[in-house]
């Protein structure tokens, strides 16, 4: 799994974020995303903003699994 095109990838789709965080432990990818994007989104609609960022690696078998963590700012602050 090639960790610094998958962050450069939700660098990409994410260009407002405030923190990216990306690694990958096994064959499950780990990522961290802070942005105002995620503002009055629902859990699921988080989810569903990264993984349409991923799909192209999820369709290629090179990114199996995604634990992720989607916070606004003022989440990322609190924790």
């Known amino acids: ?41 629902t859990p699921l609609k988080k989810q569903q903003r990264v993984y349409a960022a991923l799909n192209e690696k999820i369709a290629s078998g090179e990114v199996h699994a995604v634990n992720m963590k989607t916070l606004t700012p003022e989440q990322w602050q609190s924790s």
Not at 12 to 41: C, K, M, R
């Open 1 to 41: 799994m090639d960790i610094v095109a998958i962050r450069a990838l939700l660098e990409q789709h994410f260009p407002e974020s405030e923190h990216i965080e990306a690694d990958y432990e096994g064959s499950y990818l780990n990522v961290t995303i802070v942005s105002e994007v995620f503002i009055g989104l």
